[in-house]
């Protein structure tokens, strides 16, 4: 397969030696580059100086563009410029397709290039610098293939440490390119997408400092001539110098110069300014001594009110002395004239009893003693009918309590009240179940909602942490890494969750809920490298692994974390054709922990990714897209989240499905707070008006009998008195003018001394 350029068409010419300390290029091989096609050929300088001669078009310019296209960009990048062409004649992809003549095309024209390679076929350039000083050796290579006939073509960027060969290390991989990338990390080698991280792995590998190396080789490659020597120096030799940062620090420099002149010059102005001080210091205290007399007037100013004060109080008090004899004097005066008044009323009731007024006195008595007893049980009639109301048997005219079957709708003599009697415990049962039903409804009402509270606020503290990052792992994870990384004074970078670096790849979508059920385990657990193992594993064993929930209760975490060691043997892939694994639709990111997680999900997810029973049956380690597992003898499906539930999802590094899962979860738990409540206000309205009602049913039982609320027979008793009090009274002429002058005799007195 391979063929040496040197014996075939170039000769190198060795020019000369001096050290071997640094790299320098050993060979380099293209593999359908250009118009060397089909078989690898090799360019083999030895790490000396060499001179590449041959014909025109036998290829010279194309292996220099090789290399060039390995070191330089492509954007930088002029082809064939060793043969002086036009910077459009040779592109990447007439490299790639392996363009040698032109075909006319009679219809249009116009004219359309002839390649030696269709869109099955790849590309390879590949170079191998070694540093014979301290026996180091780089290999780098880019790998390209052509999609389509009109853009270019897409490659990816390979660097390794050790000596890499076309025929050895990018043959026989079959059609996918993804399998030459899997088997080109599996041994050792770092690939990159990108020529900015392929660019800066490249200058670490082979010791370039800055970028402008580079660009001095660019300009140097097959140069013919130099039309500016000095402008080529400056330009492409010596570091750029920024002459404006130093004018600009100058100018600085004299700016702090004048303010600092500005500033003594204002000092020296403060300075005449101040001189005035002391004649305004002279004009204070003087103040400060005619302050001091006027305080010691207005202290005087005190007593002098006082004296004042204490005269005319005296004054007032002689009044009101003198006032007081006075109305002494009137009190004893008044005093004695209702003694009289008294006597003359004693006398009188002696006379009425002399002239036959004894049943009189005994009606009055009987008749202002009833009245008072219908006083009281208008009161208690009140407050029976409101405790009625309360209760709602007069709205619901007792028909629970029986007094409907009476012909009652309200209480109003004996019979009515004795069916209230007997209606009351029933109707007291049935309202004491009722609110005992009513608890029970409001106290579960009240748990739902709390609960959904709870859950509403973690679904707003997991939106809240799932906006400031990117990765679908739980907070309450995260919480506990921030805490060990903070106590450790470790990057959390250093310490990521397996699931932040693995994700399912955009093809095999449909396959990721099964990705989620097998790998969900291994997706929470932290990998913790070997030099940090020691401290992780002391601060895990000497702590309670808690996190803060929204309610604020601190409780109780899990934590998994896989120590993954420094040296460990590399896991291979195991290939079957046709066959679909689980491993297979993962991607795991770019870093440290690539190989590892690589080695890992080979053992982990060797799962076939099977599309029915039958071949489900079939397997010993399976999964169907529905998240069904099976691992030999021992089968498991696990529904308490959708198969295709964002919400539940931990692996990836793009959450914006989760994000609006979770917005849409968090709307709908609002709406059910909303109507949680209003059922819960309905149900302790309902709960208090039952209350109310078992407090009213209770407070009737101290009614006993119909006579302490009949107020009208009281009243009407009373009335029937003073009847015949007026009737004794008309048929004596004598007890007439008595309790005439009785009545006149009241009326002087004081109502107090009325008896």
């Known amino acids: 397969m391979g063929a040496t350029v040197t014996d075939s068409l170039f000769s190198a010419v060795e020019l000369a030696t001096a050290g071997r300390a640094g790299y320098r290029l050993q060979h380099v091989e293209v593999f359908n580059w250009g118009t060397f096609d089909s078989r690898v050929w090799r360019l083999s300088p030895h790490g000396e100086t060499s001179l590449l001669t041959g014909d025109i078009g036998s290829g010279k310019s194309t292996l220099v563009d090789a290399i060039t296209t390995l070191l330089l960009p492509a954007n930088k990048i002029a082809y064939n410029k060793a043969a002086g062409a036009d910077s459009r ?3 990447l992809r007439s490299y790639v397709e392996g363009h040698y003549k032109s075909e006319r095309i009679e219809a249009t024209g116009a004219s359309r290039p002839i390649g ?4 099955n076929a790849y590309s390879v350039v590949l170079g191998v610098f070694v540093n014979d000083g301290y026996d180091e050796t780089v290999t780098l290579a880019q790998v390209f293939h052509q999609k389509d006939r009109t853009g270019q073509p897409d490659r990816f960027f390979v660097t390794a440490t050790s000596e890499l060969s076309v025929e050895t290390d990018f043959a026989g991989f079959g059609a996918d390119l993804n399998s030459l990338r899997r088997r ?11 020529f900015p991280d392929y660019g800066r792995t490249v200058r670490r590998l082979l010791g370039i400092r800055s970028e402008q190396a580079m660009e001095l080789f660019h300009q140097t490659v097959s140069m013919k001539s130099v039309g500016n020597l000095n402008e080529f120096v400056r330009n492409h030799m010596l570091e750029p110098a920024d002459a404006a940062a130093k004018v600009k620090g100058i100018v600085g420099h004299f700016e702090d110069l004048t303010k600092a002149h500005d500033a003594v010059k204002r000092a020296r102005e403060q300075l005449e300014a101040l001189r005035p001080l002391v004649a305004t210091t002279v004009k204070y205290d003087d103040a400060l001594v005619r302050r001091a007399d006027f305080e010691a007037q207005r202290q005087a100013v005190r007593l002098f009110f006082a004296e004042l004060r204490i005269r005319l109080l005296g004054e007032t008090i002689a009044s009101n002395t003198d006032l007081r004899a006075h109305r002494a004097a009137e009190a004893d005066e008044a005093g004695a004239g209702r003694h009289r008044l008294a006597a003359d009323r004693e006398q009188l009731i002696t006379e009425r009893t002399g002239a036959g007024g004894d049943r009189v006195s005994q009606l009055e008595q009987l008749a202002s003693s009833l009245r008072a007893e219908a006083q009281v049980r208008r009161g208690r009639r009140d407050r029976f009918s409101a405790r009625l109301a309360d209760a709602g048997l007069v709205d619901a005219g007792l028909v629970d309590g029986g007094l409907a079957e009476s012909g009652l709708s309200e209480v109003t003599d004996a019979g009515s009240f004795s069916a209230l009697l007997t209606a009351t415990p029933i109707a007291r049962q049935a309202a004491t179940d009722e609110q005992a039903a009513l608890d029970g ?11 959904l509270k709870r859950t509403s606020e973690e679904t707003n503290t997991e939106l809240f942490s799932l906006a400031g990052r990117t990765s679908n792992l739980p907070s309450s994870q ?4 921030g ?6 004074g470790i990057d959390e970078s250093e310490l990521p969750f397996a699931g932040e670096l693995i994700d399912v790849g955009d093809d095999h979508s449909a396959w990721r809920g099964a990705a989620e059920r097998v790998l969900r385990g291994f997706a929470l657990s932290l990998i913790v490298p070997q030099h940090h193992y020691d401290g992780v594993a002391r601060w895990v064993n000497e702590r309670r692994l808690t996190h803060r929930r929204t309610d604020g209760r601190v409780v109780g975490s899990r934590l998994v974390y896989e120590r993954m060691p420094a040296r460990r043997v590399r896991v291979k892939s195991p290939t079957a054709s046709g066959v679909l694994l689980l491993a297979d639709t993962l991607e795991v990111r770019d870093g440290p922990f690539r190989d590892y997680l690589e080695g890992e999900l080979v053992r982990r997810a060797d799962y076939r990714c099977v599309a029915d029973l039958a071949q489900f049956r079939d397997e010993r380690r399976a999964v169907t897209k529905q998240g069904q597992v099976r691992s030999g003898d021992r089968h498991e499906k696990d529904d308490r989240s959708r198969v295709d539930d964002p919400k539940a999802w931990v692996l990836g590094w793009v959450n914006e499905r989760k994000v609006a899962a979770l917005t849409e979860q968090r709307s709908e738990q609002q709406r059910l707070l909303v109507d949680l409540d209003e059922q819960l206000k309905r149900a302790r309205a309902r709960r208090t008006a039952a209350q109310s009602r078992v407090t009213a049913l209770a407070s009737l039982a101290e009614y006993t009998s119909w006579a302490e609320l009949d107020w009208a027979s009281a009243l009407s008793e009373a009335e029937q008195h003073h009847a015949e009090r007026s009737r004794l009274l008309s048929g004596s002429s004598t007890l007439t003018e008595i309790e005439r002058r009785l009545e006149a005799n009241a009326e002087r007195l004081p109502p107090s001394t009325t008896d």
């Open 483 to 488: 805490q060990l990384c903070a106590d450790l």
């Open 478 to 481: 995260l919480e506990i890494r």
């Open 184 to 194: 080109l990390r599996v041994g050792g080698a770092e690939i990159t997408n990108g």
């Open 89 to 91: 004649e040779r592109t």
């Open 441 to 451: 409804q409001v106290g579960e009402l009240t748990v739902s909602q709390g609960e």
């Open 116 to 119: 030696l390679r269709d869109q």
